[in-house]
């Protein structure tokens, strides 16, 4: 059975600054996917990242990285230069398999609040 | 990519009666999920939703209660049915796309209010 486990249930970091995301997970599928959604107060899931188990490099997207450790099986969300628009809940997700016909299964969530 | 829309984005429905929940994609998609959001906790899987076939039903999760349509590649409906208070939570329909698997999507998603 898949897991994924978000440690931190909140988080503060002063704008401007680096924040990182904890997430680690739980499969026995060597195919897999790592997603990282942001959800603002008004409910929609923001996709930010994408990191497959194969990728030989860490997946970026602007201020966005993904701090990928195999071994580990974490696979961190790191998000350069806080702004206080990034004041929302983060969930780390993974699909096994990578079929887009495969469900996402999500962690427990962090939010995160950027101090001005 | 893939645009989501569903309908209602809210809703306040009294318990006992039902709800139904469009989901419509701007592309053909195999499989639509549906997901639920209970207040303060994470998303969960109820069903997967494949074109020409009955829904596939997580554990907890039973087709009277949540009875789905799926017509066609690109709509699929979700019922709320016989509400509780309980059933209060954001609805979210999501797809895949993308060869490697790489792409998933969600809907706005429709956040019912049980009174």
């Known amino acids: 059975a898949q897991k994924i486990t978000q440690t931190q249930p909140g988080m503060f970091v002063q704008e401007k600054e680096a924040v990182t995301l904890d997430c680690t997970y739980d499969?026995?599928?060597?195919?897999?996917?790592l997603f990282w959604y942001k959800q603002p107060s008004s409910g929609e899931m923001i996709f930010l990242i994408y990191?497959?188990?194969?990728?030989?490099q860490n997946a970026t997207e602007g201020r966005y990285s993904l701090n990928f450790q195999k071994a580990r099986k974490s696979a961190n969300l790191v998000i350069s230069a806080s702004q206080l628009g990034d004041s929302a809940m983060y969930f780390c997700?993974?699909?096994?398999?990578f079929g887009a016909g495969n469900m996402l299964t999500f962690g427990g969530g962090t939010r995160l609040m950027v101090k001005p | 990519s893939a645009v989501i829309s569903q309908k209602p984005s809210r809703d306040i429905c009294q318990r006992g009666t039902s709800l139904t929940i469009q989901c419509q994609v701007d592309?053909?998609?195999?499989?639509m999920f549906w997901y639920r959001q209970q207040p303060g906790q994470s998303l969960t899987l109820i069903a997967t939703?494949?074109?020409?076939?009955?829904?596939?039903?997580e554990s907890g999760f039973v087709i009277d209660k949540f009875p789905i349509s799926r017509p066609n590649l690109t709509f699929s409906t979700l019922t709320v049915s016989n509400m509780s208070p309980e059933d209060s939570s954001i609805y979210l329909c999501?797809?895949?796309?993308?060869?490697?698997?790489?792409?998933?999507?969600f809907g706005p998603g429709t956040r019912l209010t049980v009174t």
């Open positions: 999501s797809v895949g796309a993308g060869l490697t698997g790489g792409e998933q999507y």
């Open positions: 499969t026995s599928d060597p195919s897999y996917g």
């Open positions: 990191q497959g188990s194969y990728d030989q």
């Open positions: 997700a993974m699909r096994e398999g």
């Open positions: 592309s053909q998609v195999t499989m």
């Open positions: 939703a494949n074109q020409g076939s009955e829904a596939t039903y």
